[in-house]
């Protein structure tokens, strides 16, 4: 919401769906309050897409429609992107890590299993310096399982890890595989980690050294929690100010700049065989 009110938007709604007891949540309910979002409704699903981009009798239309969701969310969003603007098309979470020796295996287990939470799909994935330190972190995400009497690794969620074989260069491998898997997170578990920064171009939200987990950008850190999923950060961006502007082209010419530019628009008007384009032009060359 914030980034819809830093752009100028006025008319604000949240559309959130029920618990088992049919209550909204409390804490959406106060963060729309802080905010001074007046609009909540106790909708959520493929339903609160519909209900937002056509109205209902009870649900005013948007104009634009925004938030991640599951895939029936997706698929909802897909079929009224043209009837109004959407963000993105968000698939499931994910998070790289990178992580050099200096990197504390328990914490990088810790964000890797952290990301699995986000369900249907996510993935986690690591990008090691060695196949030792890809073996010390297998090791904690077991122990953090059973400490959380969770499910072992094969029996849930998605987790790889990776590792440069000799000779290869770690960094080179890292920012190659970074940039080819263009994933909506990316933790950078250097001492150095800006080292790398220049290096990359293809990531939603860039976490930056070892006290920088994903967890914190999802809530506290201030950065946008919608980002592009399944390698689209290769050409998308981060929800913000900009997903609820518009550009628009104003023209206008004096009669000097229209006698001027009538003759070269006259011959391209001409070879598309458009007579009145070249008419349009023309008539105001002549005044």
């Known amino acids: 919401m914030t980034p819809a009110q830093v752009a100028g938007v006025t008319e604000l709604a949240i559309c959130t769906p029920p618990g088992r007891d049919g209550a909204v ?6 963060a729309a ?7 909540v409704y106790r909708l959520g699903g493929a339903q609160a897409v519909g209900a937002l981009a056509y109205g209902t009798a009870t649900v005013p239309r948007v104009d634009v429609i925004c938030g991640p969701g599951n895939a029936y969310v997706n698929e909802a969003k897909r079929q009224v ?9 968000a698939g499931p979470s994910e998070v790289l890590v990178i992580a050099d020796h200096t990197a504390r295996p328990e914490w990088v287990a810790a964000d890797l299993l952290a990301q699995e939470e986000h369900g249907s799909g996510a993935e986690a994935v690591l990008v090691g310096a060695s196949a030792e330190l890809c073996t010390e972190v297998k090791k904690c995400i077991t122990l953090l399982r059973a400490d959380a009497g969770a499910p072992q690794v094969e029996e849930t969620g998605r987790l790889f890890a990776f590792y440069p074989e000799s000779p ?22 250097l001492d150095q980690p800006r080292v790398l920064l220049e290096s990359l171009h293809s990531a939603g939200a860039i976490f ?23 390698g689209s950060a290769r050409f998308a961006s981060a929800l913000g100010v900009q997903t609820f502007m518009r550009r628009q082209s104003v023209i206008e010419l004096s009669p000097h700049a229209a006698r001027a530019l009538a003759p070269p628009l006259a011959r391209l008007a001409e070879s598309e065989g458009f007579a009145f384009h070249k008419h349009s032009a023309e008539s105001r060359a002549r005044g």
């Open 33 to 39: 309050h802080l905010l001074g979002v007046q609009e």
């Open 25 to 30: 949540n409390e804490s959406v309910l106060a």
């Open 168 to 189: 290869q260069d770690f960094t080179a491998v890292a920012t190659a595989f970074a940039d080819e898997y263009a994933p909506e997170h990316l933790e950078i578990h």
């Open 208 to 230: 930056l050294g070892h006290h920088t987990p994903t967890a914190y950008g999802d809530y506290v850190a201030g950065s946008n929690h919608v980002l592009p999923t399944g």
């Open 81 to 89: 992107f043209g009837v109004v603007g959407i963000d993105s098309l």
